[in-house]
């Protein structure tokens, strides 16, 4: 079946800082991917559609200069949270559409 | 606009009883629904979705979930449990035409109780 790559897996940086989460798919091409953020005890959250190509959406509330969103490949979209602060400390899952939803095994971000 | 409604947060059962984990939806046009599984520290995985067809879906480890329009629910049932189903649970809808956005419940973590 399709898989999508998420690295890395956990990822603890300083306030201040910038981190890149790498979201891949393995065996298919996707043209489009998302990206969520799950607080504790509460669902997922979507922050953005990433398109190859051009520029992500994002969904109200979202930052677009916090949360940078970069899809240059049909197999790969990056995530850059940009002067990480704690309160964005989080769990951040990448999707990809084939057929269905096929997602990432996603980040633990801890910024101290 | 969609949303979806799990009303438990937790759900407690000893092995080997049956469990029930509800899903209630709303949405303004025809959905499709998804359920995932979220182990302890890692992502989701698909556990089954309905798309069209027959309202009863199963999965390969004896989940199952029956889509019921009339009250647009998506309740997650499986007849006897292992210790091993002990996960958060996630139902989603997307609506099946148009931009296909994904809407999640809040979840509901199963503890199976040996």
């Known amino acids: 079946g399709a898989v999508v790559s998420q690295h890395p897996s956990r990822v603890i940086c300083k306030s201040g800082t910038s981190v890149k989460i790498e979201c891949r798919s393995l065996?298919?091409?996707?043209?489009?991917m998302f990206w969520y953020r799950q607080f504790p005890k509460q669902s997922l959250m979507l922050m953005a559609t990433s398109n190859e190509g051009s520029k992500a959406t994002y969904e109200q509330g979202v930052e677009k200069d916090k949360f940078l969103i970069n899809h240059a490949s049909l197999t790969l979209s990056t995530l850059t949270v940009t002067s990480a602060h704690p309160e964005d400390s989080s769990f951040y899952i990448c999707?990809?559409?084939?057929?269905?939803?096929?997602f990432g095994s996603g980040t633990r971000l801890t910024v101290v | 606009a969609q949303s979806v409604t799990q009303l438990d947060s937790q759900v407690p059962v000893f092995e080997e009883a049956p469990v029930e984990l509800r899903c209630n939806y709303s949405?303004?046009?025809?959905?499709?629904l998804f359920w995932y599984v979220q182990y302890p520290n890692q992502g989701l995985q698909l556990l089954l979705k309905y798309l069209s067809g027959s309202t009863l879906v199963e999965s390969i480890n004896g989940f199952e979930a029956e889509f019921n329009k009339s009250q647009t629910s998506f309740h997650l049932r499986k007849p006897s449990v292992h210790i091993s189903d002990t996960a958060e649970y996630f139902c989603a809808v997307m609506n099946s035409g148009g931009y296909q956005k994904v809407t999640f419940g809040t979840g509901t973590k199963l503890q199976v109780i040996p």
């Open positions: 949405s303004s046009v025809s959905v499709y």
């Open positions: 999707s990809a559409r084939d057929g269905g939803y096929t």
């Open positions: 065996d298919f091409q996707a043209t489009t």
